[in-house]
Nanobody, 121 residues
Framework: VQLQASGGGLVQAGGSLRLACAAS????????MGWFRQAPGKEREFVAT???????YYADSVKGRATISRDNAKNTVYLQMNSLKFEDTAVYFC????????????????WGQGTQVTVSS
């Protein structure tokens, strides 16, 4: 299984980014997908997840500002982030696993390589 994340970059506070994660090597539609992030000096934390049926769940820190979606025809999961804050600065990792939702690292079977998001204040 390979997960290739993209879409990170430098953005001003209040701006938006859309991250994408392309999956290969397994039946994409059969598994939950998720996004986690890790800021310097901090542990990796849950951001958002989407079940194989399309039900989404968000961390409180991004609720109302983030939208996770999936395109099973393209084997891709997206994370739209709006109203970005300085504290959103982190490396964002996509993930896949067999749990209904992926809200903890132990739910994750495979990790992507990460994409850097930097929000300037």
């Amino acid at each position: 299984v390979q997960l290739q994340a993209s879409g990170g970059g430098l953005v001003q506070a209040g701006g938006s980014l859309r991250l994408a994660c392309a999956a290969s090597g397994r039946t994409f539609s059969s598994y939950a997908m998720g996004w986690f992030r890790q800021a310097p000096g901090k542990e990796r934390e849950f951001v958002a997840t989407i079940s194989r049926s399309g039900n989404a769940y968000y961390a409180d820190s991004v609720k109302g500002r983030a939208t996770i979606s999936r395109d099973n025809a393209k084997n891709t999961v997206y994370l739209q982030m709006n109203s970005l804050k300085f504290e959103d600065t982190a490396v964002y990792f996509c993930a896949t696993g067999t749990s209904y939702w992926l809200t903890m690292a132990r739910d994750v079977a495979y990790w992507g390589q990460g994409t850097q998001v930097t929000v300037s204040s």
